[in-house]
């Protein structure tokens, strides 16, 4: 199977505004262009080009150069900087500093060396000269040009501590830089910055901070009175709201640039626009409109690498949606245009180069012919030499382990081996953890291959430190732009827990592979859960079970390709495991069926899905469970998994149900330990009984809340009640243990197509959370309970249970009880009823899972609802306790 590399390669080229948001305004020898992109981050439009070159600054100073030479050799620099020539900006710009007396212009050409150093990965010698050229003007803080030039290294420093992983740091710095602007009357240098300071506030995790920063920037550029920063301005607000996943908004803002391009008439700036289009349309899973937008920049465009990256964009898009002829059209027109470029080595330029051979690659494996073979060695070949030329150690690791990759795919793999190893070595030269993260794990493929299976398993080890090191990095992009979760980061996680579990030479697996394979499932659930929210908002905390309950079995089912695999945590810390030889491919349909014929209300067929499930996932633990005297069953549940009822499952004579408490976790690295409270429960209660926008009524929601009142101490919001505003009073003005929400809502693996209805809007989950915030799961007064009683999840996505575990882990309660389906409204009313009760009386029932199973064997003990379409669909996510 092919191991095409999708991460930082296709989104060096689908999106050429490398580091967009983050070096606005670091190259300007000015500072009111601000705003105004450098090449590196998208290519400079002809109304950009025109306020660079007319940006200087007045300094008075005695010179070992003219001001002319100096100015000359820094317009240089820039130049060669913006064409990807990093070293050649590096040499240009260490001659304007040596050769200076002045502090100022020393201060500014650190500065440009900082940026070239942190382009080539030299960040010691970055963090080196922006500390010096911060020195430097010190004693010139007054005045108007020294703070424009502070403002600028306050910004280089800010995408430099982002780039080191410390965004608050690095929040710090722009926020510094924005304060200072605003001091010197710049506020096209703020406005810049502050668009900075949204991947700041999204890799905290500050999701609404940044949204809502966002939204000012917005105002700020629709006050704007120069039309060529406007329309750069909000492409670059376009651009900052597709990475951090508003698809809709970004598509709007990036139209009302295109349209103010189109009536002043910049092509330029029209093309580059078009090409922000293109990524978008492409994030937003638009193929065909993404190809159109591609094709119209390249067409408009007057650059020719743009149009290169425009036309290896429709390229990648051809193939990945199966046009081959396209595809094989489109080739010769792209081969021509780089070797235009043969005589002018770029990383750009090597970028390029180095994604035709990707794409080369993945066509040669839909083609008996070996035309692409020669090609493509030349290619990275040649590439490869032109990031020696240009001394870029990063340029060089991409040409390099691609070339790995290549023969990888020859099935080459000595040489495949020792490429990858010569381009994991010059990643970490540079320190470099998005590039160490794909050659590890080429590099455990290619052992994995030779049999080297401790090797395999060390690489892969690497590779899964390398990521984790990169979460923040990695979630606050749209997936589709920077990389897709489940092609270029699932597997890594699921291919070392395959080699983990694999005996060695007729042993068993060791209880030190169990642990480890165990911890990476975990690892692999909460980067799946902040993929999921575009944040890396979740930290993990390693819970033991036999801290948490003494009779409660966690159970890891583990789909991987070619087998299911089963861990299971007993109180004693100890780990059994059993592997069962059915490929994902046959099991994920007997998943698919059980749910299917549940929803259906089946007379008998869901028992043969239910039992095939049972015995491969229970059946074998069924003694160590007895022998641990286990009541509780707790499941971390893997991919599709996620979208049936496990307590439905059935041995032949009873459901699961009927012999454990049943519950479900994302991990126990996300559970908050503390039982249910022996305290009077209080409970806040919000419900939807009547039609709203597109929505049915929920006939015995009524009595579902009538219930509530007669068994809690309880304030119900009723109807046109229940509005966001309402709710968000009543949360303010009193702590409810119990938060009850009986309204239409859907789970799925969209973040935006998960929501729940209040009666004047929809509540996504940031919403949500924003609306439960004063509270905390870490104080004792937390919401104990979250109770989302008419949901369901999405039909047709196969990970639509993503969303419920979302909500749950989101919305800050310790334990959130949902459905997976819609039921018919009596049963739920009958269940929350029995619920109510059980949570209400003897310590025992207090227990959750005990209350919630007590409940569901009450509607199996009854004629009208023992079906478990009725009963199965409510689970419990978080602690059972």
């Known amino acids: 199977m092919s191991h095409i590399l999708k991460f930082k390669l296709k989104f060096i080229l689908i999106n050429p505004v490398l580091g967009l948001i983050l070096t606005i305004a670091c190259l300007l020898v000015g500072s009111n262009n601000a705003i105004a992109q450098n090449a590196v981050t998208e290519p400079i439009a002809q109304s950009t080009r025109r306020v660079i070159a007319q940006s200087t600054l007045a300094l008075k100073t005695t010179e070992k150069i003219s001001k002319h030479t100096r100015q000359q050799l820094v317009t240089k620099g820039r130049l ?14 260490q001659q304007v500093y040596e050769q200076s007396q ?48 502070k403002a600028q290294i306050l910004n280089t420093q800010g995408r430099l501590e982002l780039g080191m992983g410390k965004a608050e740091a690095a929040l710090t710095s722009w926020q510094q830089a924005a304060e200072i602007y605003q001091q010197a009357g710049d506020d096209v240098g703020a406005l810049g910055v502050q668009i900075n300071q949204v991947q700041a506030w999204q890799s905290l995790g500050l999701y609404r901070r940044a949204q809502k920063l966002l939204q000012q920037i917005a105002i700020k550029l629709e006050q704007q009175p120069d039309p060529s920063l406007k329309i750069t301005g909000l492409r670059s607000l376009g651009i900052a709201l597709q990475v ?93 245009n780089l070797r235009n470029f043969s005589a002018t080595p770029s990383r750009r330029v090597v970028y390029a180069r180095v994604n035709l051979a990707k794409h080369l690659i993945e066509l040669a494996n839909h083609t008996t012919s070996n035309k692409y073979f020669a090609q493509t060695k030349d290619l990275l070949q040649a590439s490869i030499e032109q990031a020696r030329q240009l001394e870029d150690i990063q340029a060089e690791s991409y040409g390099v382990g691609m070339l790995g990759h ?32 794909q050659w590890q794990w080429q590099l455990g493929r290619l052992l994995k291959t030779q049999g080297n299976h401790q090797g395999a398993i060390a690489s892969y080890n690497e590779a899964v430190n390398a990521l984790e090191f990169l979460r923040s990095d990695l979630v606050v992009t749209n997936a589709d732009l920077q990389f897709s979760f489940r092609e270029s980061i699932e597997p890594v996680y699921r291919e070392l827990v395959s080699l983990l579990l694999t005996p060695e030479q007729g042993q068993p697996v060791s209880q030190d592979n169990l642990l480890q394979a165990r911890n990476t499932i975990e690892s692999l659930q909460l980067a799946e859960l902040n993929n999921f929210f575009r944040e890396a908002c979740l930290d993990a905390i390693p819970t033991a079970i036999d801290e948490i309950d003494r009779q409660a079995a966690v159970i890891y089912p583990i789909i991987l390709r070619d087998r299911l695999e089963v861990i299971v945590s007993l109180p004693d810390k100890s780990l059994r495991h059993y592997s069962q030889a059915i490929p994902q491919a046959e099991l994920e349909p007997v998943i698919e069926e059980l749910r299917q014929t549940l929803q259906i209300r089946s007379r008998r067929q869901f028992f043969t899905p239910a039992q095939k499930l049972y015995s491969w996932l229970i059946r074998p633990a069924v003694e160590d469970l007895a022998n641990n005297n286990i009541k509780t069953l707790v499941f971390v549940p893997d991919g599709t998994l996620r979208n049936i009822p496990l307590a439905a499952l059935h041995d032949g004579e009873q459901y699961l149900i009927e012999q454990y408490n049943v519950a479900l976790t994302p991990g126990l690295q996300l559970l908050a330990p503390l039982p249910l409270e022996q305290v009077k429960l209080r409970t806040l209660a919000a419900g939807i009984t009547q039609q709203r926008r597109g929505f049915s009524s929920l006939e015995y929601v009524n009595q579902e809340l009538i219930d509530i009142q007669n068994q809690t101490n309880s304030v119900v919001l009723r109807d046109d009640n229940f509005t966001q505003n309402t709710f968000r009073e009543k949360i303010k003005t009193a702590e409810y243990p119990i938060v009850h929400i009986a309204t239409h809502g859907q789970f799925s693996s969209n973040l935006e197509d998960t929501f729940l209805l209040a009666w004047d809007s929809d509540i996504n989950i940031g919403e949500l959370e924003e609306l439960l915030k004063n509270t905390d799961p870490s104080k004792q007064k937390a919401i104990e309970l979250l109770i989302l009683s008419a949901c369901e999840t999405a039909r047709g996505d196969k990970r639509a249970a993503l969303g419920l575990a979302g909500m749950a882990v989101r919305a800050g309660a310790r334990t959130t009880l949902a459905t997976l389906w819609t039921v018919y409204d009596e049963s739920t ?22 209350a919630l199973r007590q409940a569901q064997l009450n509607l199996i003990n009854s004629p009208g609802f023992k079906h478990p379409y009725y009963w199965a669909p409510f689970v419990m996510v978080g602690n059972w306790l």
């Open 80 to 93: 060669a900087y913006q064409a990807g020539r990093y070293t050649e900006a590096k040499t240009l710009w």
């Open 829 to 850: 009313a009958l269940t929350m009823n029995q619920f109510y009760q059980n949570i209400t009386q003897t310590q025992e029932k207090r227990n959750k899972a005990h």
């Open 406 to 437: 290549f023969y990888e795919e020859q099935q080459q793999v000595s040489l495949g081996r020792k490429h990858t190893q010569q381009a994991v070595q010059l990643a970490q030269v540079i320190n470099n953890s998005d590039l160490t993260y």
């Open 244 to 336: 951090t996943g508003d698809l809709q908004a970004a598509q709007e803002i990036l139209n009302q640039s295109l349209v103010l391009s189109q009536e002043l008439n910049l092509p330029e700036e029209t093309s580059t626009t078009l090409f922000s289009l293109g990524n978008t349309a492409l994030a937003s899973a638009d193929p065909t409109k993404a190809i159109t937008l591609y094709q119209q920049a390249a067409a408009t465009t007057s650059q020719p690498l743009l149009k290169i990256e425009a036309q290896l964009n429709q390229l990648g898009l051809r193939i990945s949606t199966e046009q081959w002829q396209q595809a094989n059209d489109l080739l010769p027109e792209i081969q021509t």
């Open 102 to 149: 002045d502090r100022l212009v020393q201060a500014q050409s650190l500065n440009y060396l900082a940026l070239t150093s942190h382009k080539l990965g030299e960040w010691q010698a970055a963090e080196k000269y922006l500390a010096e050229s911060l020195k430097l003007l010190q004693q010139d803080e007054s005045d108007a040009n020294s703070l424009k030039i």
